[in-house]
């Protein structure tokens, strides 16, 4: 691995460890043997680096594609078994959702990587479009990225707050799956 990878990988592991704010350059430097000019050099800054080091670590909590779920695509069997599988992800100790909170606290805070991550929850979207519907990513339109994976993404904040701020009362697999399923009811019959 050169400078760069070396950073990226370091800059996930304090991330997990401290989180965005209490991370320092100096903290990234020593986690991955580089040295500080490389920050710049290679991402232009901290906080630049840690924004990509978090789009990497969803990533890599990505689940791939269809494997292992059951349920038809586009069901309500499939989208409870989707849902458990993250809910247990935030679960584990050590989880990054809570990270996912403090980085949506931040806010104006970080002008310079919104964009970035702006783009990184588009593409979020379309990756959980794409598990629930049991389809490709790439088969994912820019609309339905927009529209339904949008739904899922402000599901899946709402989801990350709750077990942030609660665990023992936040939602599981079952209760959202009863939730979406009021919901199909309630328009069916208006």
């Not at 292992?68 to 409870?80: C, K, M, N, V």
């Not at 783009?119 to 794409?130: D, I």
């Not at 899922?152 to 009362?169: A, C, E, R």
């Amino acid at each position: 691995m050169g400078h760069r990878e070396d950073l990226l990988e370091g800059a996930k592991r304090c991330l997990l460890e401290k989180g965005f704010l209490r991370t320092t350059a100096r903290d990234i430097v020593k986690e991955s043997g580089t040295n500080l000019a490389s920050i710049g050099y290679h991402y232009g800054s901290k906080d630049a680096l840690l924004a990509q080091a978090y789009i990497a670590l969803v990533e890599d909590l990505s689940f791939e594609g269809d494997a292992g779920i059951e349920g038809a695509p586009g069901s309500l069997e499939r989208f409870r078994e989707v849902w458990s599988n993250i809910v247990d992800s935030m679960r584990e100790p050590g989880s990054m959702w809570r990270l996912s909170m403090e980085i949506m606290g931040m806010g104006d805070r970080l002008p310079e990587v919104r964009e970035q991550l702006s783009r990184a929850q588009r593409e979020g979207g379309r990756g959980l479009v794409s598990l629930l519907q049991g389809v490709p990513e790439e088969q994912v339109s820019d609309e339905t990225a927009d529209s339904l994976g949008r739904f899922y993404m402000t599901l899946m904040s709402g989801l990350i707050s709750q077990w942030t701020f609660d665990p023992k009362t936040a939602p599981d697999a079952d209760s959202l799956t009863d939730g979406l399923r009021q919901v199909i009811e309630g328009v069916r019959n208006a």
